[in-house]
């Protein structure tokens, strides 16, 4: 019998989000005394200043309490699409950065990101001390010595599927160039998930008094880096743009010693060199921009041909690879899968499909320009009678970024 309805169309069933979104998630923890509406220790997503506000985290805050605060979140959001969702965690004055990242289930750190969900791309870390600052190598003793354990915060997060960058406020910056420490060759440290903003907004600075004054706007960093694709360079002139003529935002970088760049001019291209992140004047353009995306490791290159994180585009390239990856194989585990009887390993057409899973999340990312390339090489060999253990190896191409132009210029006769 015929339907009376004539014809039927059914909803389809809503398939996996293939846009692979929430690289934008970010997380900033920033020294300071409760809020209205949130407590100390307490994580708290917002998504706009005007949350913020609602929480009691506004100018009058930080004006009252003699800190740097909103200043950050609204940097954060000044930079980043309206909407992003931005976890905040308010932790006692002179808690102090090693405590923040202390290896233990203390750390603040582990409590954000585990409160979070495990969503937080990106995390950034401002102090607000009531003590004078101790200056080791140019930087504060605190900032130092929470650089390896921001790596090693980092490391705990990737075990536990979490990764992030990890962006420290390096405030106070004091010294020369050429004597402070050179973040790309610490001693016996390794710290290539980890980055330091010495840049400060001059005029805002200016306006503050004391110990502030000396402060990093890594909320700026943070805001910039959810703005940007995770192939994308923070620093890149031609997208992230740091001034706002009309608020008056931006408009003379300084570094965290509250001196303007043009007074300390000589020493910029040496802080390059050596992987501080700050805000930056182009002669011939418009604005500042930050001046790279360094990380506090050195630039590595293997036989092989492996490059390592020395970038936090890279770096962030890196690690949302592999959460995709862990979402497309994780419904494969403890599956049954044919083996060849003589062998007990993987017959070509079981290869060949494991190997499509991994394909397939490197063509979308390549689509959305994260990548070049990506290859997944499933081991055949793997036993997965006894051990049950599948070996598959990635490989990506990363995008390249220029760094800086070269050429050379002539007057001719004729062409």
């Given at each position: 019998?015929?339907?009376?309805g004539?014809v039927?169309?059914?909803?389809?069933v809503?398939?996996a989000?293939?846009?692979?979104?929430?690289?934008?998630?970010?997380?900033?923890?920033i020294?300071?005394?409760?809020?209205?509406?949130?407590?100390?220790?307490?994580?708290?997503?917002?998504?706009s200043?005007?949350?913020?506000?609602?929480?009691?985290?506004?100018?009058?805050?930080?004006?009252?309490n003699?800190?740097v605060?909103?200043?950050h979140?609204?940097?954060?959001?000044?930079n980043?699409?309206?909407?992003?969702?931005?976890?905040?965690?308010?932790?006692?004055?002179?808690?102090?950065?090693?405590?923040?990242?202390?290896?233990?289930?203390?750390?603040k750190?582990?409590?954000?990101?585990?409160?979070?969900?495990?969503?937080?791309?990106?995390?950034?870390?401002?102090?607000?001390?009531?003590?004078?600052?101790?200056?080791?190598?140019g930087l504060?003793?605190?900032?130092?010595?929470?650089?390896?354990?921001?790596?090693?915060?980092?490391?705990?997060?990737?075990?536990n599927?979490?990764?992030?960058?990890?962006?420290?406020?390096?405030?106070?910056y004091?010294?020369t160039?050429?004597?402070?420490?050179?973040?790309?060759?610490?001693?016996?440290v390794?710290?290539y998930?980890v980055?330091?903003?010495?840049?400060?907004?001059?005029n805002?600075?200016?306006?503050?008094s004391?110990?502030?004054?000396?402060y990093?706007?890594?909320?700026?960093?943070?805001?910039v880096?959810?703005?940007a694709?995770v192939?994308?360079?923070?620093?890149?002139?031609e997208?992230?743009?740091?001034?706002?003529?009309?608020k008056?935002?931006w408009?003379?970088?300084?570094?965290?010693?509250?001196?303007?760049?043009?007074?300390q001019f000589?020493?910029?291209?040496?802080?390059?060199?050596?992987?501080?992140?700050?805000?930056?004047?182009y002669?011939?353009?418009?604005?500042?921009?930050?001046?790279?995306?360094?990380?506090?490791?050195?630039?590595?290159?293997?036989?092989?041909?492996?490059?390592?994180?020395?970038?936090?585009?890279?770096?962030?390239?890196?690690?949302?690879?592999?959460?995709?990856?862990?979402?497309?194989?994780?419904p494969?585990?403890?599956?049954?899968?044919?083996?060849v009887?003589?062998?007990?390993?993987?017959?070509?057409?079981?290869?060949?499909?494991?190997?499509?899973?991994?394909?397939?999340?490197?063509?979308?990312m390549?689509?959305?320009?994260?990548?070049?390339?990506?290859?997944?090489?499933t081991?055949?060999?793997?036993?997965?009678?006894?051990?049950?253990?599948?070996?598959?190896?990635?490989?990506?191409?990363p995008?390249?970024?220029?760094?800086?132009?070269?050429?050379?210029?002539?007057?001719?006769?004729?062409?």
């Amino acid at each position: 019998m015929a339907n009376l309805g004539g014809v039927d169309i059914s909803r389809g069933v809503q398939g996996a989000n293939v846009l692979a979104g929430g690289d934008e998630k970010s997380g900033i923890i920033i020294e300071a005394v409760a809020a209205s509406g949130l407590a100390l220790d307490t994580v708290k997503a917002i998504y706009s200043v005007a949350d913020a506000k609602l929480l009691g985290i506004d100018e009058a805050f930080d004006s009252d309490n003699d800190i740097v605060a909103f200043r950050h979140i609204s940097e954060f959001y000044r930079n980043a699409k309206p909407g992003t969702e931005l976890f905040v965690m308010l932790v006692a004055q002179d808690t102090g950065m090693e405590a923040i990242f202390i290896a233990d289930n203390t750390s603040k750190a582990r409590k954000m990101i585990i409160d979070a969900n495990g969503v937080i791309r990106q995390i950034a870390v401002a102090v607000n001390p009531t003590v004078a600052d101790v200056i080791v190598d140019g930087l504060t003793d605190d900032c130092q010595a929470a650089i390896p354990l921001a790596q090693s915060f980092y490391e705990w997060a990737y075990e536990n599927y979490m990764p992030c960058q990890v962006f420290l406020e390096g405030r106070a910056y004091a010294g020369t160039a050429s004597s402070v420490q050179d973040l790309r060759a610490i001693t016996n440290v390794v710290a290539y998930k980890v980055s330091v903003n010495i840049g400060q907004d001059w005029n805002y600075a200016e306006n503050l008094s004391g110990q502030q004054q000396k402060y990093a706007d890594v909320g700026t960093m943070l805001g910039v880096t959810a703005l940007a694709t995770v192939s994308q360079n923070i620093g890149e002139n031609e997208s992230f743009n740091l001034t706002d003529g009309n608020k008056s935002i931006w408009l003379i970088p300084a570094l965290s010693n509250h001196i303007t760049n043009k007074a300390q001019f000589s020493d910029l291209q040496t802080l390059e060199n050596k992987g501080y992140i700050f805000g930056l004047e182009y002669t011939g353009l418009a604005g500042v921009r930050l001046n790279n995306d360094h990380v506090c490791a050195p630039i590595v290159i293997d036989s092989e041909g492996n490059i390592n994180e020395h970038t936090i585009a890279y770096g962030r390239t890196h690690d949302k690879a592999v959460r995709l990856l862990r979402t497309a194989y994780l419904p494969k585990v403890k599956t049954t899968q044919p083996v060849v009887p003589e062998t007990g390993y993987l017959p070509a057409g079981v290869v060949k499909y494991f190997d499509a899973i991994g394909d397939d999340v490197f063509a979308r990312m390549a689509t959305r320009g994260e990548i070049t390339y990506g290859k997944a090489t499933t081991d055949p060999t793997s036993d997965l009678i006894v051990a049950k253990i599948l070996k598959v190896g990635f490989a990506i191409v990363p995008y390249g970024t220029v760094g800086e132009i070269q050429g050379s210029i002539n007057l001719k006769k004729s062409v």
